[in-house]
């Protein structure tokens, strides 16, 4: 059996430059939200400090929940109830354009860097089980919407403190992350394609025009906002977490 062993020679290259260094950082910093988020979805405990709800858990769908948004899954569910919400957005990214050349450059080498031989010496592309589930993107993408949407009504109750209307830091926090994850999510290719790449002229659309110029010009910094969003949902929880926990207390404005 011939010897699968990875080695340098493998990668050997006419590169002089840390070509290494861009994939080294995305699997440290993919990995360590993956690591992250589980175990932050598997805590099932401060996720909830009102009126501050974690990103990671909403909505709340089950009676377990510590706020419950909408009761779909009744009181049977005794497992935490991010996990059923979280294969959403996780899917809307793992499956996003930007991110398949990300994690396929950094995780399977394939390839790491310009210029530099692939890992495997056979390509298949996404011709075979899993990467076939890569083209329910978009599918995906309308999901998203739902939950983007859900993000957006928390801002709104981050308002509505026990003791009546006010803004505090949580607030901003709650707000810059749906503002962020929507960026995300408007920059996306599949909502470009929805918005004017079903249109053979543009001639007697000029609104669809209009619209699909925005979303271009934010598709152009779509790797900006994947990476920004994806340090701004795991910062949203974090700080939800730590209030609840009582590590630090939320500044209130008024």
Same mark, same amino acid.
């Given at each position: 059996?011939?010897d699968? #062993?990875? #080695?340098?020679?493998?990668?050997? #290259?006419?590169r002089?430059?840390?070509w290494?260094? /861009?994939?080294?950082?995305v699997?440290?910093v993919?990995?360590?939200?993956?690591?992250y988020a #589980?175990?932050?979805?598997?805590?099932?405990? %401060?996720?909830?400090?009102?009126?501050?709800l974690?990103?990671f858990?909403?909505?709340c769908?089950?009676?377990?929940?510590?706020h419950?948004?909408?009761?779909? !899954?009744?009181?049977?569910?005794?497992?935490?109830?991010? $996990?059923?919400?979280?294969w959403i957005?996780?899917? $809307?990214?793992?499956t996003?354009y930007?991110?398949?050349?990300?994690?396929?450059?950094? =995780?399977?080498? *394939?390839?790491?860097?310009?210029?530099?031989?692939?890992?495997?010496k056979?390509?298949?592309? /996404?011709?075979?089980?899993? =990467?076939?589930?890569?083209?329910? %993107?978009?599918? !995906?993408?309308y999901?998203?919407?739902?939950?983007?949407?859900f993000?957006?009504?928390?801002v709104l109750?981050?308002?509505k403190?026990?003791?009546g209307f006010?803004?505090?830091? @949580?607030t901003?926090?709650?707000?810059a992350?749906?503002?962020?994850l929507?960026?995300?999510?408007?920059?996306?290719?599949?909502?470009? %394609?929805?918005? @004017? @790449?079903?249109?053979? *002229?543009? %001639?007697?659309a000029?609104?669809k025009?209009?619209t699909w110029?925005?979303?271009?010009?934010?598709?152009e910094?779509h790797?900006e906002?994947?990476?920004?969003s994806? !340090?701004?949902?795991?910062?949203?929880?974090l700080?939800v977490?730590?209030?609840?926990?009582?590590?630090?207390?939320?500044l209130? $404005? !008024?």
């Amino acid at each position: 059996m011939a010897d699968k #062993t990875l #080695t340098l020679d493998q990668f050997r #290259t006419l590169r002089k430059d840390n070509w290494w260094v /861009e994939p080294l950082l995305v699997v440290v910093v993919l990995g360590g939200f993956a690591i992250y988020a #589980t175990w932050a979805a598997l805590q099932n405990a %401060h996720y909830y400090v009102d009126p501050y709800l974690s990103p990671f858990y909403s909505p709340c769908l089950a009676d377990n929940c510590a706020h419950v948004t909408l009761p779909l !899954f009744g009181s049977w569910w005794n497992l935490s109830p991010a $996990f059923l919400i979280l294969w959403i957005p996780g899917g $809307f990214r793992a499956t996003c354009y930007y991110y398949r050349k990300a994690y396929y450059r950094s =995780f399977f080498l *394939s390839p790491p860097a310009c210029a530099v031989r692939d890992a495997s010496k056979s390509y298949s592309g /996404e011709t075979r089980f899993p =990467f076939l589930f890569q083209n329910i %993107h978009r599918y !995906f993408f309308y999901l998203s919407l739902i939950i983007l949407a859900f993000l957006w009504w928390d801002v709104l109750l981050a308002f509505k403190f026990p003791d009546g209307f006010g803004m505090g830091v @949580g607030t901003i926090v709650l707000g810059a992350n749906a503002a962020l994850l929507t960026l995300f999510s408007l920059s996306c290719n599949s909502c470009r %394609h929805i918005c @004017g @790449g079903s249109l053979n *002229s543009f %001639h007697n659309a000029p609104g669809k025009y209009k619209t699909w110029r925005f979303i271009s010009g934010l598709n152009e910094k779509h790797m900006e906002y994947a990476w920004v969003s994806l !340090f701004g949902v795991a910062l949203a929880d974090l700080y939800v977490r730590l209030l609840s926990m009582g590590v630090i207390t939320d500044l209130r $404005f !008024f």
